[in-house]
């Protein structure tokens, strides 16, 4: 059994150490504190949190003023929330403005589970990614997560962090170290690239050794950084291994996917697929029932990688 | 205002008339700012939340020297500093990009909060639109200022009663605009936007109030001063032709 562990509780934790190197670190949160685990830091620093209640528009235009007068600002909520509920103020107040806003947001994808479609943010990645100057990090794990929050710290500029409910496996070790807008090759492998982001990394690394018996050599990217993308990766592992196959959880449209396309339709062709949600949104279940039911699995992968490969 | 829409071909005159006597009063009498360092830490902070009014803000901050009134013809042409609606990336002084209605009370609160953690004594002043009210972010945003105990905070309705399509009345009624900010938990205080003494008395009655945020309900003339503009939609998003830039210059001169 894998070891797993909770990226939104990495987020609470990495919130705090930060706090207390940085007293110009504010955070928000949407009344969802003790989900989004910002409460950590509410209780240690209870002057620079501020919960806005249940509104997040509110919220995103109170980060901007905050931010827009010096202050770096992690805003949270439900992914769901942080995203579709508040798009406009997040286009006008932190994209056009270009202020240092870090939208760190839980509870994103079909994982949420039992709550159902309402609560399931599956177009997240398209409405962030399509917004100029946002960067778009999508951590593998809690190991990553604590990184990549403090090196969104670090970086001025609106960055959107996408975390999950349930606890997800461990894929990279204590010590690991996170460069911003780099894919991360967790196993080499020279006849098909399967890039993968959040809870479908681990999946990938599955579905890799079970396609190793079968003599497919998998290499497997860990894709964090989504925007800006790894273009250059992108680009050497269409020419290296000839195929791609992408796995996100997320709608067909405008996440990883499209991004990686985008770049290898215009400069390396070759053959992709990718394992996706689709274009339809998922019911009420268990998170791991509803990956099954949803065709995010292994298994999905390893058969998306089967037909790639037969194209090439 | 008018030679600036007028030259632009486009613009919206009439809300930016309505709103031209607070403005004034808060660059040119209350507000401490440096036009020779807009980033200057402790300036008081003027956030046009109805950035469609952008002339009237471009006007008085021309007028108070944070770039040459030359300028001022340049409104909404390319490579201009002076868009259509306001840009803080772009223009001295502006302190947010607005455009899309409701958003700038929360920035101002956002501003205000910062003031706070910092221990600075600036005051933030946000103009809103009296149909900018219909938006339900103007509501999140009062009550989040109420909690916060936001008294360094002052919003003014500029209430000319007039929206797009018509009279705010007969398309989303506001009244009574006090008691639904008084229940949202503000100091209120209602005054005739076009007098100068009663814009000087209501702003300093917000500074000296404790503990909740001040809202200046501004009764306002859209089109103010200009015969054929007050009150006439046309001139919500509109801008006067050359001749009607003429005669309405002349009225006011």
Known sequence: MTAEASTREAYGNALVELGKRDPNIVVLDADLSPSTMTHFFAEAFPDRFFDCGLEEQNMIGIAAGLAASGKTVFASSFAIFASCRCFDQLRMCLSQMELNVKVVASHSGITVGEDGGSHHAVEDLALYCSLPGFTVVVPSDAVETAEAVKVAASTPGPFYVRLSRPRTPLVHSEGYHFTLGKAVVLRPGKDVTIMAIGVMVAKALEAAKVLAKEKIDCQVASMPTVKPLDEGFVLQAASDTGSIVVAEEHLAHGGLGSRVAQVVAREKPVPMCFVNLGDRYALSGKPEELLQTCGLTADSIAAAVRVVVQRK | ?253
């Open chain 2, 1 to 253: 205002m008018i030679t600036m829409t007028a030259a632009a071909g486009s613009g919206h005159p009439g809300g930016s008339l309505s709103a031209a006597d607070i403005v004034a009063a808060l660059y040119f009498k209350v507000m401490r700012h440096d036009p020779a360092n807009p980033q200057w830490e402790d300036r008081d902070r003027f956030i046009l939340s109805k950035g469609h009014s952008a002339p009237v803000l471009y006007a008085a901050l021309a007028e108070s020297g944070y770039f040459p009134t030359e300028q001022l013809s340049t409104l909404r042409k390319p490579g201009s500093c002076l868009q259509g609606h306001t840009d803080r990336n772009l223009t001295p002084g502006v302190e947010m990009t607005a455009g899309s209605l409701g958003m700038g009370l929360s920035f101002g609160i956002g501003v205000a909060l910062a003031a706070r953690l910092d221990h600075r004594g600036y005051r933030t002043y946000v103009l809103l639109g009296d149909g900018e009210c219909q938006e339900g972010q103007t509501w999140e945003a009062a009550l989040s200022a109420a909690q916060f105990k936001l008294d360094n905070l002052t919003a003014i309705v500029d209430y000319n009663e007039m929206q797009l399509s018509g009279w705010t009345r007969e398309i989303m009624n506001l009244d009574p605009l006090d008691k639904k900010w008084q229940a949202f938990g503000w100091h209120t205080t209602d005054i005739n936007g076009h007098d100068c003494d009663q814009i000087l008395a209501a702003l300093q009655e917000a500074r000296s109030t404790r503990g909740k945020p001040t809202v200046i309900i501004a009764h306002t003339v859209k089109g103010k001063g200009v015969s054929f503009m007050e009150n006439n939609v046309r001139f919500h998003g509109k801008a006067p032709t050359p001749e009607e830039a003429e005669r309405a210059l002349r009225e006011l001169s």
